[in-house]
């Protein structure tokens, strides 16, 4: 029997092949494809004309249901980072056997983040940097995937300066009323980012007081 070589397998988002971005995972356990567990995915293997195929699971057993080409792989409920590896073989028309091909899907979880301002009671007429810091609650991610950070404010917030970096600040509004202050987080250079895999923290209420109006005073003769 003589061996067929595969070629190279496609990680692909549910119906779709996916566009792998610049620092994309090869698939090895050195850098395994990235997943959010959020969205199912899909693995392709070539297609060789005339040929089976049979995926197996990380324990080598093979899947009675994955028998073609193409493996899908629904969403995953993980809560922290997972990597798993899959494997693949073709039989050819023929009945030659390929080896198996071993690669690494890592599932990263949506993530969540806490949203914080260094002050939550400022006077209406004293203009103050207030410090606005989001924190991803997640545990450590690939070296291949970073957050994004996206803050805004509730109406009358003003402008926030650094508004897509975790640690941002603004001023304090002066018209006295509460006031909220919003960080959306997802990631960046995930293979299959999917749908929901983003999230939001908002800040408590940032209340600002009014201030009293300045004291008047009357003179008269002392007593």
Do not use: R
């Amino acid at each position: 029997m003589k061996n067929l070589s595969l070629k190279s397998l496609v990680l692909g988002a549910m119906a779709l092949v996916a566009t792998v971005s610049a620092n994309a995972g090869n698939g090895t356990s050195g850098n395994p494809y990235t997943v959010c567990a959020t969205s199912g995915f899909k693995l392709t293997a070539n297609t060789v004309a005339g040929a089976s195929y049979q995926w197996f699971d990380a324990n080598d057993v093979a899947i009675a249901s994955a028998t073609s080409s193409v493996y899908q792989l629904p969403a995953s409920n993980v809560t922290t980072v997972t990597t798993t590896s899959y494997k693949v073989q073709i039989t050819s028309a023929e009945g030659c056997v390929s080896e198996k091909s071993t690669f690494y899907v890592t599932n990263i979880p949506a993530p969540a983040v806490a949203a914080i301002a260094n002050d939550y009671s400022v006077c209406g007429n004293a203009s103050q940097s207030i410090t606005l810091t989001a924190t991803p609650t997640m545990a450590a991610l690939p070296t291949s995937v970073t957050y994004s950070y996206a803050w805004t404010g509730s109406n009358g917030t003003g402008a926030i300066n650094n508004s897509t970096a975790a640690v941002a600040n603004t001023t304090s509004p002066t018209t006295p009323n509460a006031y909220t202050y919003t960080a959306a987080v997802s990631y960046v250079g995930i293979d299959v980012p999917g749908t929901g895999c983003n999230a939001t923290g908002t800040t408590d209420p940032v209340v600002i007081n009014a201030a009293p109006a300045a004291p008047t005073a009357t003179i008269s003769a002392s007593l």
